[in-house]
Protein backbone atom coordinates (compact mmCIF):
# COMPACT_ATOMS: atom_id res chain seq x y z
CA UNK A 1 0.00 0.00 0.00
CA UNK A 2 1.37 3.57 -1.27
CA UNK A 3 2.45 5.61 1.63
CA UNK A 4 1.71 8.86 -0.05
CA UNK A 5 -1.73 9.31 -2.27
CA UNK A 6 -1.51 9.44 -5.87
CA UNK A 7 -2.45 13.03 -7.20
CA UNK A 8 -5.11 13.63 -9.87
CA UNK A 9 -3.24 12.81 -13.31
CA UNK A 10 -5.43 16.45 -14.32
CA UNK A 11 -3.50 18.10 -11.36
CA UNK A 12 -0.02 15.82 -11.72
CA UNK A 13 0.06 15.54 -15.25
CA UNK A 14 0.27 19.07 -16.30
CA UNK A 15 3.12 20.14 -13.74
CA UNK A 16 4.92 17.20 -14.91
CA UNK A 17 4.88 17.83 -18.54
CA UNK A 18 5.79 21.89 -17.54
CA UNK A 19 8.60 20.35 -15.74
CA UNK A 20 9.63 18.01 -18.47
CA UNK A 21 9.36 20.86 -21.01
CA UNK A 22 11.78 23.14 -19.01
CA UNK A 23 14.43 20.46 -18.85
CA UNK A 24 13.84 20.29 -22.91
CA UNK A 25 12.13 16.92 -22.41
CA UNK A 26 8.77 15.55 -24.16
CA UNK A 27 5.92 15.65 -22.34
CA UNK A 28 5.35 12.21 -21.02
CA UNK A 29 2.07 10.01 -19.39
CA UNK A 30 1.55 10.89 -15.00
CA UNK A 31 2.79 7.37 -13.72
CA UNK A 32 2.32 6.38 -10.00
CA UNK A 33 5.99 7.78 -9.17
CA UNK A 34 5.56 10.65 -11.11
CA UNK A 35 1.89 11.56 -9.86
CA UNK A 36 3.62 11.29 -5.88
CA UNK A 37 6.33 13.24 -7.05
CA UNK A 38 3.72 16.02 -7.86
CA UNK A 39 2.98 16.45 -5.11
CA UNK A 40 6.35 18.26 -4.35
CA UNK A 41 7.12 20.73 -7.63
CA UNK A 42 10.74 20.54 -6.29
CA UNK A 43 11.49 17.04 -5.74
CA UNK A 44 9.50 16.28 -8.91
CA UNK A 45 11.85 18.68 -11.25
CA UNK A 46 14.72 16.95 -9.17
CA UNK A 47 14.19 13.20 -10.08
CA UNK A 48 13.08 14.22 -13.67
CA UNK A 49 16.45 15.98 -14.21
CA UNK A 50 17.03 11.70 -15.05
CA UNK A 51 15.34 12.00 -18.31
CA UNK A 52 18.30 15.10 -19.40
CA UNK A 53 20.95 12.63 -18.48
CA UNK A 54 19.39 9.26 -19.39
CA UNK A 55 20.04 11.13 -23.17
CA UNK A 56 23.61 12.13 -22.52
CA UNK A 57 24.09 8.34 -21.67
CA UNK A 58 21.95 6.91 -24.30
CA UNK A 59 24.24 9.17 -26.63
CA UNK A 60 27.28 7.30 -26.06
CA UNK A 61 26.63 4.04 -24.60
CA UNK A 62 23.51 3.30 -26.69
CA UNK A 63 19.96 2.41 -25.96
CA UNK A 64 20.60 -1.65 -25.02
CA UNK A 65 23.87 -0.48 -22.75
CA UNK A 66 21.73 1.93 -21.38
CA UNK A 67 18.82 -0.17 -20.47
CA UNK A 68 21.29 -2.88 -19.20
CA UNK A 69 22.88 -0.32 -16.73
CA UNK A 70 19.74 1.19 -15.67
CA UNK A 71 18.13 -2.48 -15.24
CA UNK A 72 21.06 -3.40 -13.39
CA UNK A 73 20.72 -0.73 -10.66
CA UNK A 74 16.56 -1.36 -10.69
CA UNK A 75 17.14 -5.32 -9.77
CA UNK A 76 20.10 -4.76 -7.33
CA UNK A 77 17.55 -2.50 -5.53
CA UNK A 78 14.67 -4.61 -6.10
CA UNK A 79 13.02 -1.91 -6.88
CA UNK A 80 9.46 -3.13 -8.37
CA UNK A 81 8.41 -0.44 -10.95
CA UNK A 82 12.00 0.47 -12.17
CA UNK A 83 13.32 -3.13 -12.63
CA UNK A 84 9.93 -4.05 -14.30
CA UNK A 85 10.07 -0.70 -17.01
CA UNK A 86 13.33 -1.99 -17.80
CA UNK A 87 12.21 -5.73 -18.23
CA UNK A 88 9.85 -3.78 -20.54
CA UNK A 89 12.43 -2.31 -22.68
CA UNK A 90 14.27 -5.31 -22.64
CA UNK A 91 11.60 -7.54 -23.70
CA UNK A 92 10.06 -4.87 -26.19
CA UNK A 93 13.25 -5.24 -27.73
CA UNK A 94 13.64 -8.87 -28.41
CA UNK A 95 15.49 -9.63 -24.97
CA UNK A 96 15.06 -11.85 -22.37
CA UNK A 97 15.93 -10.00 -19.75
CA UNK A 98 16.29 -12.92 -17.19
CA UNK A 99 19.32 -14.06 -19.51
CA UNK A 100 21.19 -11.50 -20.93
CA UNK A 101 23.83 -12.12 -23.47
CA UNK A 102 26.19 -9.35 -22.06
CA UNK A 103 29.71 -8.89 -23.94
CA UNK A 104 32.90 -7.09 -22.25
CA UNK A 105 31.31 -3.78 -22.28
CA UNK A 106 27.91 -4.36 -21.40
CA UNK A 107 29.15 -6.64 -18.63
CA UNK A 108 31.01 -4.29 -17.11
CA UNK A 109 27.92 -1.80 -17.11
CA UNK A 110 25.90 -4.28 -15.28
CA UNK A 111 28.78 -4.76 -12.65
CA UNK A 112 29.02 -1.00 -12.31
CA UNK A 113 25.28 -0.46 -12.31
CA UNK A 114 24.68 -3.32 -9.37
CA UNK A 115 28.00 -2.30 -7.27
CA UNK A 116 26.83 1.71 -7.18
CA UNK A 117 23.06 -0.02 -5.74
CA UNK A 118 24.95 -2.02 -3.45
CA UNK A 119 27.92 -0.19 -1.85
CA UNK A 120 29.23 2.48 -4.14
CA UNK A 121 32.32 2.66 -1.80
CA UNK A 122 33.45 0.18 -3.08
CA UNK A 123 34.13 0.17 -7.19
CA UNK A 124 37.22 -1.89 -7.40
CA UNK A 125 40.09 -0.33 -9.22
CA UNK A 126 39.71 -3.72 -11.61
CA UNK A 127 36.05 -2.02 -12.66
CA UNK A 128 36.56 1.34 -13.05
CA UNK A 129 39.57 0.47 -15.21
CA UNK A 130 37.58 -1.73 -17.45
CA UNK A 131 35.20 0.97 -17.55
CA UNK A 132 37.83 3.40 -17.97
CA UNK A 133 38.91 1.19 -21.03
CA UNK A 134 35.99 2.35 -23.05
CA UNK A 135 34.76 5.39 -21.43
CA UNK A 136 36.20 9.29 -21.30
CA UNK A 137 36.27 10.80 -17.51
CA UNK A 138 32.93 12.78 -19.21
CA UNK A 139 31.37 10.18 -19.41
CA UNK A 140 31.99 8.13 -16.65
CA UNK A 141 31.15 11.44 -14.84
CA UNK A 142 27.65 11.51 -16.83
CA UNK A 143 27.13 7.83 -16.34
CA UNK A 144 27.72 7.76 -12.58
CA UNK A 145 25.02 10.94 -12.15
CA UNK A 146 23.07 9.60 -14.33
CA UNK A 147 23.06 5.71 -12.16
CA UNK A 148 22.94 8.19 -8.75
CA UNK A 149 19.39 9.35 -9.97
CA UNK A 150 18.30 6.23 -11.15
CA UNK A 151 19.50 5.17 -7.24
CA UNK A 152 17.33 7.68 -6.34
CA UNK A 153 14.20 6.92 -8.22
CA UNK A 154 14.63 3.55 -6.97
CA UNK A 155 14.82 4.62 -3.30
CA UNK A 156 12.00 7.01 -3.41
CA UNK A 157 9.37 4.30 -5.30
CA UNK A 158 10.63 1.39 -2.28
CA UNK A 159 10.64 3.74 0.47
CA UNK A 160 7.37 5.11 -0.23
CA UNK A 161 5.97 2.06 -1.86
CA UNK A 162 4.56 3.67 -5.38
CA UNK A 163 2.38 1.00 -6.64
CA UNK A 164 3.22 -0.62 -9.64
CA UNK A 165 1.76 0.86 -12.96
CA UNK A 166 -0.89 -1.38 -14.30
CA UNK A 167 0.79 -1.18 -17.92
CA UNK A 168 4.02 -2.85 -16.09
CA UNK A 169 2.20 -5.98 -14.50
CA UNK A 170 3.02 -8.16 -17.18
CA UNK A 171 6.45 -7.26 -17.10
CA UNK A 172 7.73 -7.48 -13.68
CA UNK A 173 9.49 -10.68 -12.67
CA UNK A 174 7.47 -13.85 -12.12
CA UNK A 175 8.45 -13.82 -8.27
CA UNK A 176 7.51 -10.28 -7.87
CA UNK A 177 3.96 -11.05 -9.71
CA UNK A 178 3.60 -13.50 -6.91
CA UNK A 179 4.14 -11.42 -4.34
CA UNK A 180 2.04 -8.77 -5.60
CA UNK A 181 -0.66 -10.77 -6.58
CA UNK A 182 -0.65 -14.05 -4.05
Avoid at 19 to 35: F, Q, Y
Avoid at 50 to 77: D, M, N
Avoid at 92 to 104: I, K, Q, R, S, Y
Wanted: hydrophobic share 45%; proline share 6%; net charge negative.
Amino acid sequence: MTRIDLLPEDIAGPLMNATLERLGTEPGSATHMKRILAHSPVALQALLEWYPLHHAVEAFLGRRATTIFTHAISAQTDCLICSSFFRRWLIEAGEDPDNLALDEREAALASFGRQLAADSNNVDEGLYARLASFLSPTEIVELTAFGALMLATNVFNNALRVPLDPYLEPFQRPESAEATNG
